[in-house]
C-alpha cells in the first residue's frame, strides 16, 4: 500500500457522513495525549528534584529511567487508540497490523525501561557510596549489571516471538541444535566470553588495577573489563585492547594489590674508608628503624656486603610503608639523601669506578745509549 492508497482511504472516511464524528474523537485523543504528556514531564522534573535528596539510589534510578519510555509510551498508545478509531470506519488492511504493533511496541519500550533503569540504578549506587565514602567494586557491579540486561533482551526477545505467533519451544530446541554450530563458528567469540567471565568470577583484577604481564609485553591501567575484550591505558596514554581469552594463558602481574614497596639499593664507599664501614652501617640502620615512612615489622637488612673493585660496598634492604608510586620515590630520595649525610658525617666518601697506575721506577736501572 502506498502513499495513494493512504490518500484515497482518508478522502473517502472524510466525505462520508459521520466525518465529524470521528475526526473530532482523534482531535480529541491527540489532544489528551499532548495535555498528558505535559502533566507527566511535570510531575517527573518535580520527583526528579525530591529524590536527589533521597539516600536511596532506587527512587533515583526508577524516575531517571521512567521519564522518556513513559512519554514514549503514552504516545504510542494514544496514536494507536486514534487508528482504532480510523480502523473501525475503514476495511484497509494496513489496519490489521494495529494490535501486532501495539503488543511490539510495549515490550519494546518495557524493555528500554529496565535497561535504563538497571544503568541508572548503578550510576546511583556509586555515586551515593562514593558520597558516604564507602567502597565500591567496579567490575563486579559492571558484570552484575550486562548480566540483568542480557537477561532482559533475551527474554524480551522471546516474548516478542511468542506475541508475533512463532513457538518459543521450537525456537529453543532449535537454538540447542544451532548452538553447537555456532560454537565451531564462534570459537574465538566463546573464548573471549568466558575468559571475560572467569575475569569476574577469580577478580585476577579489577578496573583501576595497574597490571604487567611479561609474556606478552602488557602493563598499564585497566579501564574497561568487557565481555569481548580489556581495555587497558598504557603508561604513555596510549589505549590497549587485549582478548579476555588472552588472560587465561598468560602470568598476570597485579602491583596495585602489593601490601608494601620495597628499596633495595648497593652503595659503595672508598677503600681508604673501610675504617669506617661498621659505624656507617649502624648509622643508616638506625635512620631506617627511626624513620616514620618505614615498615619495622618487614624484613630490614643493612650489612657490609662485597669488596667491589674500586669500592667496597654494603646493601641496605627494607619496605616502605606506602604503595603509592610517586609517595615511594619521595620516601626513597629521603633515605638516599640521609645515607649520604650518615657517609659524609663519618668522613667518608660514596666512592665512583677508579684505576690507579703504579709505575715502576726503572729509570737508574736502564743503562745509557752508547754514543
Known amino acids: ?209 595497574w597490571i604487567c604481564s611479561t609474556d606478552k609485553e602488557i602493563e598499564g591501567t585497566v579501564e574497561e573489563i568487557g565481555w569481548r575484550q580489556t581495555r587497558i591505558r598504557t603508561f604513555d596514554k596510549r589505549p590497549l585492547y587485549v582478548p579476555n581469552s588472552i588472560f587465561m594463558n598468560i602470568i598476570v602481574e597485579n602491583p596495585s594489590r602489593m601490601s608494601h614497596r620495597r628499596i633495595y639499593e648497593t652503595i659503595g664507599i672508598r677503600y681508604a674508608d673501610i675504617h669506617a664501614m661498621g659505624a656507617i652501617v649502624q648509622d643508616v640502620k638506625n635512620m631506617l628503624t627511626q624513620h616514620e615512612e618505614i615498615d619495622k615489622k618487614q624484613t630490614m637488612i643493612v650489612n657490609f656486603n662485597q669488596f667491589s673493585d674500586s669500592s667496597v660496598d654494603f646493601f641496605v634492604y627494607t619496605f616502605t610503608r606506602t604503595t603509592n608510586w610517586i609517595r615511594f620515590h619521595e620516601v626513597k630520595q629521603d633515605v638516599l639523601l640521609k645515607i649520604s649525610e650518615i657517609i659524609e658525617k663519618h668522613h667518608a666518601s660514596i666512592a665512583y669506578p677508579t684505576h690507579e697506575l703504579h709505575f715502576k721506577d726503572a729509570v737508574a736501572d736502564t743503562p745509557l745509549p752508547k754514543s
Open 1 to 209: 500500500m502506498d502513499s495513494t492508497d493512504l490518500s484515497r482511504i482518508f478522502g473517502n472516511l472524510l466525505t462520508q457522513d459521520y466525518a465529524p464524528a470521528w475526526v473530532a474523537q482523534v482531535f480529541v485523543i491527540v489532544f489528551a495525549v499532548l495535555l498528558f504528556n505535559f502533566l507527566i514531564g511535570l510531575l517527573l522534573r518535580r520527583l526528579e528534584t525530591n529524590v536527589q535528596r533521597s539516600a536511596n539510589p532506587w527512587d533515583d534510578a526508577f524516575v531517571h529511567a521512567v521519564r522518556r519510555p513513559l512519554q514514549i509510551l503514552i504516545w504510542v498508545v494514544g496514536i494507536l487508540f486514534a487508528a482504532d478509531i480510523v480502523a473501525s470506519k475503514s476495511d484497509a488492511e494496513i489496519f490489521k497490523a494495529i494490535d501486532p504493533i501495539r503488543d511490539i511496541s510495549v515490550i519494546a519500550i518495557l524493555t528500554w525501561f529496565l535497561i535504563r533503569f538497571v544503568r541508572e540504578f548503578e550510576k546511583a549506587f556509586i555515586r551515593k557510596r562514593s558520597m558516604k565514602g564507602g567502597s565500591v567494586d567496579i567490575t563486579t557491579t559492571n558484570a552484575l549489571v550486562k548480566l540483568v540486561n542480557a537477561s532482559v533482551f533475551i527474554t524480551a526477545a522471546l516474548v516478542m516471538l511468542q506475541t508475533l505467533g512463532f513457538s518459543i519451544s521450537g525456537i529453543l530446541a532449535f537454538g540447542g541444535i544451532g548452538g553447537i554450530a555456532v560454537g565451531f563458528a564462534a570459537k574465538d567469540l566463546l573464548s573471549n566470553f568466558f575468559g571475560g567471565l572467569m575475569i569476574y568470577l577469580d577478580r585476577p583484577f579489577k578496573v583501576g588495577d
